[in-house]
């Protein structure tokens, strides 16, 4: 089954290639799309002339919500992944996850390897997802897969527990997608990841200012 994977990236072109590279050798049926910034020139060139992936530009809020949201509204395929240009997607990792999309998940988080919440099954913080169920992802605007009422952290967090309180989330230990993020030691900090951190303390206090929404 067809399965688009959504990269957002942001000033990373030197990660375009092997991320590609990879998505492409560990998974059938899939087409790559980054989505990018319109002024982020290098990385366009990137995706564009040396790689030549598709390429997507936000057109919404600056942030991985309005990435993905973007992108959501522009593929053909029946399922996505709402991945990172920090990923590495194991052999296997779709047909695992694919099989526990079944009545009525709508979905399946991936196993990152490190977060000890995603470990225990509880959370994910990248997940294939019926591209339809994508359209009412977020709780409260219909049309979009996440909320853009984050800076950056904790939209994976709200949109997990938006599906687990509807009952159409299942998560998939055998599916492996590693994060290879800075916390866990795995990547530099760079200006993407610097933003990310400096946003954490505001963008908690809007997920307890939200969550009455899906409790």
């Not at 399965?3 to 560990?26: C, D, G, M, Q, W």
């Not at 993905?68 to 240009?85: H, M, R, S, W």
């Not at 225990?120 to 996440?146: F, I, K, N, P």
């Not at 939209?155 to 938006?162: G, K, L, R, S, V």
């Amino acid at each position: 089954m067809p399965v688009a994977i959504l990269i957002p990236t942001y000033k990373r072109p030197h990660r375009v290639a092997a991320v590609t590279e990879n998505v492409l050798e560990s998974t059938e049926h899939a087409n790559v799309y980054f989505i990018c910034e319109a002024d982020d020139k290098d990385t366009i060139d990137t995706v564009t002339f040396t790689v030549g992936a598709n390429l997507i530009v936000n057109e919404r809020s600056r942030s991985y919500a309005g990435a993905i949201n973007t992108a959501v509204k522009q593929i053909d395929e029946p399922y996505l992944f709402a991945g990172a240009d920090d990923l590495n997607f194991h052999r296997g990792w779709y047909e695992a996850a694919f099989a526990k999309m079944q009545f009525p998940v709508k979905v399946v988080g991936t196993n990152d390897l490190y977060n000890p919440d995603v470990l225990s099954g509880a959370h994910a913080t990248h997940y294939l997802v019926e591209t339809e169920y994508a359209q009412r992802g977020c709780v409260d605007h219909t049309g979009v897969m996440l909320s853009e009422a984050y800076h950056h952290n904790y939209t994976d967090t709200e949109f997990i527990a938006t599906a687990q309180a509807r009952n159409v989330y299942a998560p998939c230990r055998e599916a492996v997608v590693e994060h290879n993020h800075w916390v866990w030691g795995r990547a530099q900090m760079d200006e993407t990841y610097a933003k990310g951190r400096d946003t954490e303390r505001l963008d908690y206090a809007k997920f307890c200012e939200r969550k009455h929404l899906w409790k």
